[in-house]
């Protein structure tokens, strides 16, 4: 069984060789993903370690974070039908640039003797709304890009495994750093994966292919 997995991971990497467009659109998504996977494990522990937030405080952001996220979707989703998925996309990894600076200085700001505990909740909201978003857009984009195929399950499963190669080397990278600089820094580590993820996805708009532009919306 494993063999056949692999085999059938090696069948889409090599038709990944003459399809650039959705070949750079996957780099951008595995970069991307390393920070915004490791933002949703690591939410809970910032406020915990660096704010010094209570356990009932957490549960509250968790709670806001699932809640705005349905509205994130739905706005998400609007978007993308008006300015296509790519436009979207961009924007939002912008945004999650946005949220690592932002909570980079709520920790200065919690280390300077100040309460942050609504400045968190604040964060919470600005990743609520894209968390969802970017996740439903991103496999709504590979599934648009992908070509026609009956094997659909195979391009998932390489879709799959590469987020989940994502979320090991991003959980790695910020835990290394919090280890050597400290928490708050290694955050602000995460925009390297925003800032590749970003260039990658505008080379993969300026690949054209035949009909993208009905597809992408």
């Known amino acids: 069984m494993w063999v056949d997995g692999f085999t059938e991971l090696r069948k889409v990497w090599n038709k990944l060789k003459g399809l650039p467009k959705l070949r750079s659109y996957l780099l951008s998504f595995w970069f991307y993903s390393m920070g915004v996977q490791t933002v949703m494990l690591a939410a809970t522990m910032f406020g915990q370690k660096t ?21 994130g979707a739905f706005l998400m989703s609007k978007f993308s039908a008006i300015y296509g998925n790519l436009q979207v996309l961009m924007a939002v990894v912008l945004f999650w ?72 080397i991003g959980t790695f990278t910020f835990g290394y750093i919090d280890d050597k600089l400290g928490m708050k820094n290694s955050v602000l580590s995460l925009i390297l994966f925003f800032a590749l993820g970003f260039i990658c996805l ?12 009905d597809k992408l919306r």
């Open 97 to 168: 640039v946005v949220i690592c600076v932002s909570a980079y200085f709520v920790a200065v700001y919690k280390e300077s003797g100040h309460s942050a505990e609504f400045l968190f909740y604040g964060l919470a909201v600005g990743v609520g709304l894209v968390m969802g978003g970017i996740q439903a857009l991103s496999r709504s984009t590979y599934s648009k890009l992908m070509p026609e195929t009956q094997d659909t399950a195979s391009f998932f499963s390489f879709y799959d495994v590469t987020e989940k190669i994502a979320i090991v």
């Open 51 to 71: 704010l010094g937030l209570p356990a009932d405080k957490l549960i509250i952001t968790v709670v806001l974070i699932q809640l705005v996220a349905i509205a």
């Open 202 to 213: 505008v080379i993969t708009n300026r690949i054209k292919s035949p009909g993208e532009a």
